[in-house]
């Protein structure tokens, strides 16, 4: 068994063999909670991989299942044991809430991120400046030593894309993103050129979404797709609350925002016209 990829893809792909291993037994989730002697809800986050395993229920999930060839148990234990691990980002524990931190783990694996923003740069795409007034508007009364753990974290997370085998990455920004003056003209100003730059990257596509296209298809919503290297990891369409988020793995929802997605980008300036887009928003800020 493949064990490629970080805690958190690791977690997936257990949670994932275990619900198939259980539901080829025929075990129902009671019969697990009985034996594990926990909430119906819990068995849902562990096999969705939301939640860490410990060795021992995987090894009495496995004799529930009938799993007794010692090579594919072991297997699985690996795979448990390496789904507990820290990631880089552990060390940020004090400032990232759990919801996020699954977000985090699940970039950090991807090899393709999409995204469309209607409200404000990615966070991959974002200046210190920047990052820092959005972090300051969304809690204004964090101190300031934990706005700027946030920060240090978002920065941190950039590092991937000009890192060994960086992501796709590919962000459609509607031109409300553009205009919004996030720390005023100088901080926006500084915020649009490094967008520019960024989309120097053979990895990067920045793409405007202009007010003139009208109604689209990404009205309402902000949503981020992240594809994996292993065809074994399914896509995940990952959307962010004001209170946490939401995870989208079927095939069929993540087939509705693919589509979305395609709109969009059909919909939006090409990349090129988006720089110049970007370039000329910028001069009205000085």
């Not at 004001?242 to 993540?254: D, K, P, T, V, W």
């Not at 979305?260 to 090129?272: H, Q």
Request: charged share 30%; hydrophobic share 40%.
């Amino acid at each position: 068994m493949a064990t490629s990829g970080g805690p958190t893809v690791r977690r997936r792909r257990l949670g994932s063999e275990l619900r198939r291993l259980r539901e080829a037994a025929g075990v129902s989730v009671d019969q697990v909670c009985d034996l594990l002697r926990c909430s119906v809800s819990k068995v849902s986050r562990l096999e969705n991989g939301r939640v860490p395993v410990r060795t021992r229920d995987v090894q009495d999930l496995l004799s529930l299942y009938g799993v007794h060839d010692d090579e594919r148990r072991e297997a699985l234990l690996a795979l448990a044991r390496e789904s507990r691990r820290h990631g880089w980002w552990h060390d940020y524990h004090d400032v990232v809430p759990a919801w996020f931190e699954i977000y985090i783990g699940l970039e950090e694996d991807a090899a393709s991120i999409s995204v469309y923003e209607s409200q404000l740069v990615h966070g991959l795409l974002q200046t210190a400046d920047y990052a820092r007034h959005v972090i300051r508007a969304e809690a204004p009364e964090s101190p300031d030593d934990e706005v700027e753990r946030k920060v240090a974290l978002r920065l941190d997370r950039q590092g991937r894309l000009t890192g060994e085998n960086p992501p796709r990455l590919w962000v459609i920004l509607d031109e409300a993103v553009l205009r919004r003056p996030v720390g005023g003209p100088v901080v926006m100003r500084g915020q649009l050129e490094w967008l520019r730059k960024q989309a120097e990257l053979p990895n990067v596509t920045i793409q405007a979404l202009p007010f003139a296209v009208g109604a689209h298809a990404g009205l309402g919503s902000t949503f981020s797709i992240l594809g994996f290297p292993d065809s074994g990891d399914h896509d995940v369409v990952y959307i962010e609350e004001a209170a946490g988020s939401l995870y989208l793995e079927r095939a069929s929802e993540i087939r509705r925002y693919r589509v979305k997605l395609d709109y969009l980008m059909a919909s939006a300036l090409s990349p090129e016209e988006s720089i110049q887009m970007i370039s000329s928003i910028a001069e009205e800020m000085k």
